[in-house]
């Protein structure tokens, strides 16, 4: 069996450090823009009307 060759060892580890530094990045946007601009905003949850009970 050959040998892997040394620069498809590097493109990998350059790529799966590519991936670390993206989700890093959306992490960091995320937690810094992912909450609505409104703290007073309702969620959408309760906007939602509720089913009254059926009657038995």
Known sequence: MDKT???AIRGMMLYVL???VLGILAGAAYTLYGHPADPSERPAAE????????PR
């Open 5 to 7: 060759p040394k620069t």
């Open 18 to 20: 590519a991936l670390l």
């Open 47 to 54: 906007t939602i009307p509720q089913k009254a009970p059926a």
